[in-house]
């Protein structure tokens, strides 16, 4: 067989492999890069063959960081994201740790999906039955996360530590695992066109546009959701300005959207209907083909939206937290003999968001976990007294920001004011107590109605310190 066959083969071999989704959770260290200046490029030849830095998301390097009772270690990598690693632990809990070096060489945005393997292959039939795999940013961290610091941004490296503990079933056994450490591409642009939309007053084919539309929509059926489908799909291409496309893998692929106006959290904040409900949230839901996720199954992203202004229906439109990652059977849409996503019947992934100052909160957890479990879009936007107001509680940030509003010295300095409207702004969600001593998030206030006060008091108050070091 000459060099470039087998070259091929062994691609060929590794391509080949049926990889299934685990349990693994990540949280990450990177550093900021740029794109290596074509001068700077170091082509290798080997014959006929010539390559430099490929321009894909890859493993660039993997180091031994630290091990505990392991031996006959070894470990490979094999482009662009799978990981090969041999241990042979002598005794229970035995681990070893490497550090894993990414780089992403493109001009997209990625995020971690988790580690999948074929349990036919090598030995990963005991990854979670004799051998467990975490991956997290340093090996004494125990907080399983995936947040938005997830993201690997265009022209960056981060570092990933990948840990392999042998459990009791698989003492003292050589083992050898290949991993793959899988991304997909971010699909935020759509959700911020969206938010642009409900933003813009003036514009023919702005917020009142959609609005009149679901008006439309609502006297006649009694409909609140619309889609880029069937009849719905000629007002979608004048909303968005053509097919909805995100890109997977290098290609554009097309998505299908749907939009549900609907009071999700029984408040008064956000939308209402011509002669109907009041109070009505956005929801954007953006369903990935499973031919064309990075996962093999349908994938429906989803966005929630509010109004800024407390009881005022048309004010400025903010996102709700995060953009979530689900799962749905997709249904019949109407009668256009196209298929939507079941929105009844979306269920989020099982993961952790970021909320502000870098606390957390989780969705998707089975019953019984200490932290939140909400799962459908409706308790994602409705939820009220969560674990994560406690967090905020617990970090005195709303005391922070009292103190600094109420300091008289203060009063004219650069960025105070905003800071000062910001915290007033937020005053039906929270009680203050004791001259500022205590300041607490109210329990009935709803996900939907304090996020977007939260987000603004934080950057309000990072500009402060930007502006007064």
Known sequence: MNPMTAIKAIVASVLSLSLCITGVYATWAYSEGEAIPDSDIIDVSLEEITFGPPEILHISAVALHATQNAHNLNVHFTHPTYLS????????????????????????????????WNDASLN???????????????????????????????????????????????????????INLRFGKKVGSVHDKFLAILNDKESDNGYYYLAEYFD??????????????GEDKAFFDRLFGGDLMINMDGEDVPVTVMIRRENMDARTTGDAYNNGPSG?????????????????????YIMGYSTGGVG??????????????????????????????????????????????????KVGYEQGDQYDKYTTAEQLMSAADQDVFNDIDNSRFLQTIWKVVNNKNNYNKPGYELLRVAFENAAPFYNVYNGGQEVKVKRNSTRSEIIPYMIAIQDAYNYYLEVNP
């Not at 990933?160 to 698989?170: F, R």
């Not at 609502?218 to 489908?229: F, T, V």
């Not at 929801?283 to 990075?294: C, H, M």
């Open 85 to 116: 690693a041999g241990v042979n632990g002598s005794r229970t809990y035995s681990t070893v740790t490497y550090k894993v070096t990414l780089w992403n060489n493109t001009p997209m945005t990625y995020w971690y999906l988790g580690a999948q």
């Open 312 to 361: 005022s229906p048309y004010g400025t439109w903010y996102h709700l937290g995060q953009m979530y990652e689900g799962t749905a059977e997709p249904e019949l849409y109407r009668d256009s003999g196209e298929y939507a996503v079941d929105y009844e019947n979306w269920v989020a992934s099982k993961k952790d968001y970021s909320f502000i100052d870098g606390w957390t909160y």
């Open 124 to 178: 990963n039939a005991l990854i979670g039955n004799g051998l467990t795999i975490i991956t997290k940013d340093v090996d004494t961290d125990t907080t399983p996360t995936f947040n938005t610091q997830d993201w690997i941004p265009p022209y960056t490296t981060r570092d990933i530590y990948v840990t392999y503990q042998i459990d009791a079933a698989a003492v003292n056994q050589d083992l050898l695992t290949l």
């Open 216 to 229: 439309q929509r609502y006297k006649e059926d009694k409909s609140m959701a619309i889609a880029n489908l």
């Open 280 to 300: 009505c949230e956005y929801v954007l839901y953006i369903t990935v083909n499973a031919e064309d996720s990075p996962t093999g199954k349908a994938i429906t």
